[in-house]
């Protein structure tokens, strides 16, 4: 019995070991495509709210159909199809398809935060005299902003998750090193252990940051905690 636990150890060691180099990569394309969907989803929200006809259809259609179409085909248009034409490398392609495909979550997200902002204030600071631009800046977007905080983060909490399925067109993250060990040296069922593992520390860890976002940036009346 003892030699079998020592046996379990050394091999979950060694599974570790194989698969920690592979942690960066998975939080490196997390930031980068949600950064992408960060930018994407805030242009896309405030072309909805200033409501350009033409633009903010188009915005509107385009939420609609990303949200509507799942993560693993955006990959697989992005590279097979896109990329045939554009010569996007593993990389690109699996950071433009998360960013692609969270944008529109978080263009409702960011929506739902500018709308909320009473539009009485969008009144005031045009007799001012601001711009709407100057509006959007100093007195929308930074009030939005404790609103929008914590959906925001749970979805990049999601966006790290799905970033897995990038595995599937070779980018080497952490589920695709969980795939090469287990090809190697046919232990299933550590392997998964272990990728689950790590997955659940990191996402473990994201949710505590988000329960201290939601209480740092809650704002009463909007149905956030404020305890």
């Not at 805030?42 to 006809?53: A, D, E, F, N, Q």
């Not at 633009?55 to 085909?73: C, D, T, W």
């Not at 010569?87 to 692609?100: E, H, K, P, Q, S």
Request: hydrophobic fraction near 50%.
């Amino acid at each position: 019995m003892l030699n079998w636990i020592a046996e379990q150890i050394v091999l979950y060691w060694s599974i570790f070991r194989y698969l920690i180099p592979a942690v960066p990569w998975t939080v490196l394309i997390t930031i980068t495509s949600f950064a992408l969907a960060l930018i994407l989803g805030l242009i896309i929200s405030i072309i909805r709210i200033w409501k350009i006809p033409v633009l903010s259809f188009l915005a509107g259609v385009y939420v609609n159909v990303i949200r509507g179409v799942p993560l693993l085909v955006h990959i697989f248009f992005i590279y097979f199809g896109l990329g045939k034409y554009l010569n996007f490398d593993r990389f690109t392609a699996g950071v433009l398809a998360v960013g692609i495909c969270y944008s529109a979550y978080l263009a409702e997200i960011f929506r739902s935060g500018l709308e909320a902002i009473s539009h009485g204030q969008y009144e005031a600071a045009m007799s001012l005299g601001m711009t709407r631009f100057q509006t959007l800046r100093y007195v929308v977007i930074p009030q939005s902003l404790r609103i929008v905080i914590p959906p925001s983060a749970n979805e990049f909490i999601a966006s790290l998750k799905d970033s897995s399925l990038v595995s599937i067109i070779g980018l080497r993250e952490l589920t695709r090193a969980g795939r090469e060990y287990y090809s190697q040296f046919f232990t299933d069922f550590q392997t998964w252990i272990m990728v689950g593992a790590l997955y659940l520390i990191m996402t473990l860890t994201l949710t505590r940051v988000v329960k201290y976002l939601e209480r740092l940036f809650a704002v009463k009346g909007f149905g956030s905690r404020t305890t």
